[in-house]
């Protein structure tokens, strides 16, 4: 079980760093886009009637602001990849509990063990003094 879990781990932690991965290349294509529908659009608007420059750069900006997509922080990388590795990090948690029961039935057949060596001890020390009271009485 606990090589299981083992493998289990490495096998979440590898997921979640392609998961990690795909989100980053996701952004950078969403960005890339962003960026040539930002310069598309900047072209048209220099290019329209409007006379205005200000008033041209100001839509520019707001539009540019409002398609723009945001870069992931190592925290939204983590949550996304938390969530999309559910099922793994599930399957851990159920082979560390079977190993700690497991280590918990292990502690308990020490104790046992103990116990049953200690009494081995007393009888066999019981043993001695028996035989060595039925050896006096045997010579009277």
């Known amino acids: 079980a606990k090589t299981a879990a083992k493998a289990k781990k490495n096998l979440l932690e590898i997921e979640k760093s392609e998961i990690r991965k795909i989100e980053i290349e996701k952004f950078s294509k ?7 529908r930002t ?13 205005n420059a ?7 900006q707001e539009v540019a602001r409002a398609i723009k997509p945001e870069r992931p922080t190592r925290a939204d990388l983590d949550d996304i990849a938390n969530i999309k590795t559910k099922h793994l990090q599930e399957d851990i948690d159920e082979l560390e509990k079977r190993i700690s029961d497991y280590q918990f039935e292990l502690d308990l057949l020490a104790i046992k063990k103990d116990f049953y060596n200690n009494m081995w001890i007393t009888v066999r020390a019981y043993k001695g003094i028996i035989v060595e009271e039925m050896r006096m009485l045997s010579e009277h």
Not at 30 to 36: A, D, K, P, Q
Not at 54 to 60: D, N, T, V
């Open 30 to 36: 969403e960005h890339e886009l962003y960026m040539s």
């Open 54 to 60: 200000s008033l041209k750069k100001a839509y520019l």
């Open 39 to 51: 310069q598309e659009l900047m072209r048209e608007i220099m290019n329209s009637d409007e006379q």
